[in-house]
């Protein structure tokens, strides 16, 4: 279990509009031992950061109205310290990205769990 100094699990706030994806993500990191809140927008998303004691955002690239640059750039305003990690199909990482980290969706979970980690240890 992922667990924050005092004891508690970390809390991920996973942002994806797709069901599927954002249900594989959730329970890959539940096994990991991540607190999961799922989020279907960026909307959601940031109502759930103002309400929720959140140690790191993961979050799809490409969604539908707001994308996951722009909640990535929204939520360094409003939190900086909490870590954005940006997850794509995508290949190239775009200019500009307030994101902390960067990650290909096809790097798979093993590896999304291991950066995640390396992520929440340097908090």
């Given amino acids: 279990m992922e667990v924050r100094p005092g004891g508690c699990r970390f809390v ?3 942002v994806d509009d797709e069901p599927i994806a954002l ?3 959730q329970r890959v990191l539940e096994k990991a031992g991540y607190e999961v809140i799922p989020a279907s927008s960026v909307n959601q998303a940031l ?5 929720r004691l959140i140690d790191l955002v993961l ?3 490409l969604m539908p109205g707001k994308t996951g640059a722009e909640l990535a750039g929204e939520v360094k305003r409003r939190k900086p310290d ?3 990690v940006m997850i794509s199909g995508v290949h190239e990482i775009p200019d500009g990205l307030a994101a902390d980290l960067f990650l290909n969706k096809l790097e798979g979970p093993v ?3 291991e950066r995640i980690r390396e992520v929440l ?3």
């Fill in 111 to 113: 590896y999304l769990c």
């Fill in 23 to 25: 249900l594989i993500r």
């Fill in 47 to 51: 109502e759930i950061l103002d309400t």
């Fill in 12 to 14: 991920i706030l996973c």
């Fill in 82 to 84: 909490i870590p954005v």
């Fill in 121 to 123: 240890q340097e908090i």
């Fill in 59 to 61: 979050t799809d690239f």
